[in-house]
């Protein structure tokens, strides 16, 4: 089996290969792609060196699938050409999301709705990932009304750019790399994205409208606010949920635990929450402060952490893969 990683010496990428790895992927051939500047380095995947080739040549070479985390324009240039050779991509940029007949997959909660023609598979945006990881057994069971969410995401979710910015902020010097244009060290910027002449930013608008398609709803309605902070990595989420149906919290709790991929951390009388510096290298959705909401009827109040380069990215992107190897093989 051929699997081609393009962008494969990025910040996602180059865990997509380790995530690969883990789950056991490694008697393949691997295809590391990547831009012109990278062709031709080494890098090491389950114990031998693979030279990193163009993305011309590793559609050339006809993989079975291809995971991309190269940027929305890449993935928009390459990833048809890529599916024309019978390949299946799954893109973790944003330009494939909101097609209607383009997948837009969390393994545990709708890999049903990817056809075997598909050709085409979009990761969803990380905060989406791991919201929806703990909102899909409470829709399941109640319905969801409305949603009002505020995101901490972390500067990784800027990719090498956030995180040298702050690094170099941290020590007090100009940093060659820009994502923000204020300051993050010692600082929060309610900015995520580029904002739209209503107000909003993109990384806001993609939790509206990814949330309702993986959850198959357009009735939700869904607001949120979108904070990037001083963490290097670790997404979290103060998630404000109304349900259509009455709930009790024992039942939700149930439910969560049940969850597959969701872990509940949550003994306020130990301190007991989730935090990105616990989540940090897992692969889990970590979820706790539990708790009604009690200025609306059916009001849930919920705190969402994960690791946004592994669940928010590689780890669901690799976990689709997976997901299509085992029922091609059956």
Same mark, same amino acid.
Request: proline share 12%; glycine share 10%.
């Given at each position: 089996m051929k699997i081609a990683v393009v962008g494969a010496t990025g910040l996602v990428g180059s865990k997509m290969l380790q995530v690969l790895e883990e789950y056991g992927l490694t008697d393949i051939e691997l295809l590391p792609a990547a831009s012109a500047r990278s062709v031709g380095k080494e890098i090491d995947f389950a114990g031998r060196? !693979?030279?990193v080739v163009s993305v011309e040549d590793a559609i050339a070479a006809r993989p079975d699938y291809a995971i991309f985390s190269a940027g929305g324009g890449t993935s928009l240039q390459y990833a048809p050409l890529f599916a024309e050779k019978d390949c299946t991509v799954v893109?973790?940029?944003s330009a494939w999301r909101m097609y209607p007949e383009v997948p837009l997959v969390v393994p545990e909660i709708n890999i049903d709705v990817v056809k075997d023609s598909d050709r085409i598979i979009a990761n969803p945006n990380c905060s989406t990932i791991q919201m929806v990881m703990a909102l899909y057994p409470i829709h399941k069971a109640?319905?969801?009304?409305?949603l009002v969410i505020a995101t901490y995401q972390s500067v990784s979710g800027s990719g090498i750019k956030g995180l040298t910015q702050m690094e170099y902020?941290?020590?007090?010097?100009?940093?060659?790399?820009?994502?923000?244009? !204020?300051?993050i060290h010692h600082n929060v910027l309610p900015h995520g994205g580029d904002f739209d002449e209503q107000g909003y930013t993109t990384e806001e608008t993609k939790l509206l409208n990814e949330t309702r398609k993986i959850l198959r709803d357009n009735e939700i309605q869904v607001t949120s606010t979108v904070v990037r902070v001083p963490v290097s990595g670790g997404h979290s989420e103060a998630v404000n949920v109304e349900t259509r149906k009455s709930f009790e919290l024992q039942d939700v709790r149930r439910l969560l635990g049940?969850?597959?991929?969701v872990v509940v951390t949550d003994d306020p009388s130990q301190n007991l929450y989730p935090m990105p510096i616990y989540a940090y290298d897992k692969n889990e959705v970590f979820v706790g402060r539990i708790r009604r909401d009690f200025s609306v009827e059916n009001g849930l109040n919920l705190w969402v952490v994960a690791d946004n380069i592994r669940k928010g990215a590689a780890t669901n992107a690799v976990q689709i893969?997976?997901?299509l190897i085992k029922r091609r093989k059956h």
């Open positions: 060196k !693979h030279k893109d973790n940029s109640y319905g969801i009304k409305r902020e941290e020590k007090g010097e100009e940093s060659p790399l820009r994502a923000y244009p !204020h300051p049940e969850m597959p991929g893969v997976v997901e």
